[in-house]
């Protein structure tokens, strides 16, 4: 039985690629345990959840695009299984941390998967990576997680409380500061495969484009879907938590197609909204430089727009609350596997949320 998409319906999609994986390893042997190494130590439980000089730790260094190396300790009355680990550069937008001097045991999601001696507490020494300007910051946050988190919210499946999360920040010279708004042009491809291969949603916390066949594990990162319909809607952008029902799940032709939660086996709960529109007469995409430019948008009430054309700009508000634009560049009309829309974006960069 294939579970992952067989296109039933002439009026269907899609959309984009693949998740940066980092350095993997079958164990955390190579972090596990404290180093002498190091002076800095982060400390995360049950009972310092005022603690800065625990959980807050500031390092200045004059050691350019290198490595500190901190003692990482997370203690919790409960199993943990999952340490995630966001990184923000001087300002910018936080995006999972990818481990390049040592060898970890990575889900999909890009977290460290807790073995069982690290169910209720474990130290690691971790390598975080120093700026690489003068002036430049670069910002970490650490939370466990007792299943699958999300990388913009630290209150999900936290092993210890909703708001308890550790810091490290490392600064160089006089440190750096971003002007709150990224931007990127994108691409996404439609005509979904049978065994889930294609590209198919995107997330503007970095720009990565994820297989539907990735859906349990990744499903937190997908913001925005794209597809086309051949009869009514043309070229659409949805959201995961509204996107049409394009899907075969079962292979049997008695049963109605399905959408993205039972195709993929997340929650209906757990799929992003993202609140899109066309942007008002007068909007200038052009004009936004900075975070402020974009506080002014109104959250939309719809997820879905349909009948895009080149040239136009719509606006929207993440699941986050994070307010952005885009620009659609061009379009290719259909969904072969060689149509696609191509678009730019300016977004509000991610801050961590604590959604109830």
């Known amino acids: 039985m294939n579970k992952f998409l ?3 319906s002439i009026a269907t999609l899609l959309i984009l690629s693949v998740f940066i994986y980092s350095c993997s390893s079958d164990s955390n042997d190579e972090i596990q345990g404290g180093s002498e190494e190091t002076t800095f130590d982060l400390i995360v ?3 310092n959840a005022n603690n800065t000089v625990e959980r807050d730790i500031k390092i200045t260094t004059d050691q350019l695009n290198s490595f500190q190396k901190v ?13 995630y680990i966001a990184k923000s550069e001087n300002g910018g937008a936080l995006e999972p941390f990818t481990f390049s001097n040592q060898a970890v045991d990575d889900k999909a999601d890009g977290s460290i998967d807790l073995k069982s001696d690290n169910k209720t507490e474990f130290t690691f020494n971790i390598d975080f990576d120093t700026p690489t300007t003068a002036n430049g910051t670069i910002t970490y946050i650490l939370w466990a997680t007792t299943g699958r988190g999300d990388f913009r919210d630290v209150a999900k499946r936290n092993a210890i409380g909703d708001f308890d999360f550790g810091t490290i920040t490392i600064t160089a010279g006089n440190g750096a500061v971003g002007n709150g708004v990224k931007s990127f042009t994108q691409t996404i491809l439609n005509a979904p495969a049978g065994d889930g291969s294609s590209n198919t949603f995107m997330s503007v916390l970095d720009g990565e484009i994820y297989k539907i066949s990735e859906g349990e594990e990744l499903a937190s990162l997908w913001d925005l879907g794209y597809y086309y319909g ?3 809607d043309n070229a659409s952008f ?10 075969d799940h079962d292979n049997d032709d008695t049963t109605p197609l399905v959408g993205v939660a039972i195709l993929t086996g997340v929650a209906q709960e757990e799929l992003n909204n ?5 942007a008002p007469a007068g909007f200038d995409f052009d004009a936004i430089t900075e975070r ?3 506080d002014a948008i109104t959250k939309p009430s ?5 009948k895009l054309q080149k040239d136009e700009v719509l606006i929207f508000e993440d699941n986050y609350g994070n307010k952005g634009a885009i620009r659609v560049t061009e379009i290719d009309p259909g969904f072969s596997p060689s149509n696609f829309i191509t678009f730019d974006i300016k977004v509000q960069t991610s801050e961590i949320t604590f959604k109830p």
């Open 238 to 247: 949805a959201s995961p938590a509204d996107y049409p029902k394009f899907f």
């Open 292 to 294: 402020a430019d974009l």
């Open 71 to 83: 003692n990482v300790t997370f203690t919790a009355d409960e199993p943990m299984r999952r340490l």
């Open 302 to 306: 719809s997820q879905i727009v349909t």
């Open 274 to 278: 993202f609140f899109i529109a066309r």
């Open 6 to 8: 067989r296109l039933k």
């Open 230 to 232: 051949a009869s009514v």
């Open 45 to 47: 439980n049950t009972t």
